[in-house]
């Protein structure tokens, strides 16, 4: 654990209007990418590039793409942009990161973690199978792991530097260590509730200079339903105060990337067999991460994880 230190600033006030002015510059930055894409999808098509492999991909992905879509990746471009003037402000420095060694305890840790959170999550996925809460695709392709690997070892890589390694470094060096792991698990979950309703879309015709801003109102709408703030957002936050425990027992990131990877490959695999019937909510929802069980189960992992740590 870092110790505070004498002088420095509290870093959440900072991170929280960082964040702010990522949303608020994707929803302006949404409206022109979205032309933009519209305009290049035109030139594309009468263009004598329009018939090559490249052009024929970006075709179909500017076609495919709704503006919520524009709106995300708008998002990410203002966070890329931001961050840099953000760990200046925060005065970024290695002491705030956990250390990586020794690496052969740290793979022993990644192992432990992706095989205990994507087992229990898969298992409870068959469960509810055979509840009938899931039913397979016509054609289930069992094999199919490389999206899912993909996912979860950018996911638990990236973010758990991040959340567990850089944010958690800053807000621990001016709080406590309670506050700062409130603090970081609340984040950790806001940044993911971040999005529209699943579904919820723009007409392409209807967008206009606004548009952006009634997707940051459709979010917010989100956060006044009870039974999806209690289903999902609950959920998020059990996974990062769990992330956020095994970083404060071990010392380092390897245990919560390999949780972290194997709660995404288990939730990415499970989708790619399966549809939901509907319904159930609260305790069952759409996907593996939606709903009190999957909730349960997630803080039934941390406990376990937390324990065979501690033994080692």
């Not at 950018?154 to 991040?162: D, L, P, S, V, Y």
Request: hydrophobic share 55%; glycine share 10%.
């Amino acid at each position: 654990m870092q110790a505070a230190s004498p002088g420095s600033s509290p870093a959440l006030p900072k991170l929280l209007l960082y964040l702010l002015a990522v949303m608020i510059g994707g929803a302006l930055l949404a409206v022109p990418l979205f032309h933009l894409g519209k305009a290049g999808h035109a030139w594309l098509s009468s263009s004598s590039l329009r018939d090559t492999g490249l052009a024929t991909w970006l075709l179909k992905e500017i076609e495919r793409a709704h503006f919520t879509r524009y709106f995300n990746r708008a998002v990410l471009v203002c966070a890329i942009v931001l961050i840099w003037p953000f760990l200046r402000w925060v005065r970024l420095d290695r002491s705030l990161l956990p250390t990586w060694k020794p690496i052969s305890t740290g793979i022993k840790h990644w192992a432990l973690g992706f095989v205990l959170a994507s087992g229990l999550l898969l298992v409870l996925g068959f469960v509810f199978f055979k509840m009938g809460a899931y039913q397979l695709h016509p054609q289930p392709r069992w094999l199919k792991f490389g999206e899912p690997i993909t996912a979860a070892l950018g996911a638990g890589i990236i973010e758990e530097f991040f959340f567990r390694g850089l944010l958690l470094g800053l807000l621990l060096r001016t709080m406590s260590t309670r506050s700062a792991l409130i603090a970081g698990t609340f984040v950790f979950a806001l940044v993911h509730f971040l999005k529209p309703p699943e579904g919820w879309q723009i007409d392409d015709a209807a967008v206009t200079w606004s548009s952006g801003f009634l997707v940051l109102k459709q979010i917010a709408v989100g956060f006044g339903d009870v039974h999806f703030l209690l289903a999902e957002f609950a959920t998020l936050f059990a996974v990062g105060w769990a992330l956020a425990q095994v970083r404060m027992q071990t010392g380092a990131l390897w245990a919560g990337i390999g949780l972290h990877g194997g709660w995404v490959f288990g939730l990415k695999y499970f989708s790619a067999l399966t549809t939901h019937t509907g319904g159930w909510l609260p305790w069952i929802g759409a996907n593996l991460k939606i709903g009190l069980a999957p909730l349960l189960t997630v803080l039934f992992t941390g406990w376990i994880a937390s324990r065979l740590l501690r033994t080692r």
